[in-house]
């Protein structure tokens, strides 16, 4: 079935410059807590596929931001000519569940370029620290990856028929935009937390795919 919605943008992938990428890396890592392990808040395909080596991992809270889909993708489970959507962070008065990893001390460097590779290459991310409640060790300050709402390929809040109409057969790099939110709600299930929105997206994209 031909999913496409008449909403449907065509856009164009733009890699963020080296020297911008370089400049916001060297600034978060400045402003990493000093003498403390990295930890990094998983929110999204973090949760199942991280791109580091840990040594801990837990359940973790955080206040004050929602995980929705609120950004175009075009490389990772969409192309220009036909975007998926992807996740992020809006920070407002909600929490949001996640995991929250501690970085292996033997891996930092590298799991800084790869972090850097997969979340900040075309900017529709802010990089920051936050501090999440875990239930093994307690609040840590953790790096995650929040929304730059100034980005081209931030789409703000839509209905859940025209989110469905998007991701209904969108395709990436990475796989499917389907299997995306499938694993998604896959790992919050295992966190004991049930987003009412996202099930029933699922069950919609569910029936477009048929």
């Not at 929602?66 to 996740?87: E, N, Q």
């Not at 972090?115 to 953790?142: C, F, I, N, Q």
Request: charged share 30%; aromatic share 10%.
């Amino acid at each position: 079935m031909d999913a496409r919605s008449p909403d449907r943008p065509k856009l164009k992938y733009r890699e963020l410059p080296k020297e911008e990428k370089f400049r916001l890396l060297m600034e978060t890592r400045a402003a990493r807590p000093a003498d403390q392990p990295m930890w990094v808040f998983a929110f999204g395909s973090l949760m199942w596929n991280p791109c580091y080596d840990y040594d801990a991992k837990a359940p973790a809270l955080l206040k004050g931001y929602d995980r929705k889909f609120h950004i175009w993708t075009t490389r990772a489970r969409g192309t220009p000519d036909c975007p998926g959507l992807g996740l992020c962070l809006e920070d407002c008065s909600g929490s949001c569940w996640g995991i929250a990893h501690r970085v292996t001390p033997d891996d930092e460097e590298a799991a800084w370029d790869r972090l850097w590779e997969r979340e900040m290459s075309s900017g529709v991310y802010r990089p920051g620290w936050v501090t999440v409640e875990t239930k093994d060790h307690g609040p840590v300050v953790a790096l995650t990856f929040i929304v730059n709402r100034d980005h081209t390929h931030y789409t703000g809040p839509m209905p859940l028929d025209d989110m469905a109409n998007i991701m209904a057969g969108a395709k990436g790099k990475y796989g499917l935009c389907r299997d995306y939110l499938a694993g998604t709600i896959s790992e919050m299930e295992k966190l004991g937390v049930i987003d009412p929105d996202l099930v029933s997206l699922l069950e919609k994209v569910d029936k477009l795919e048929v």
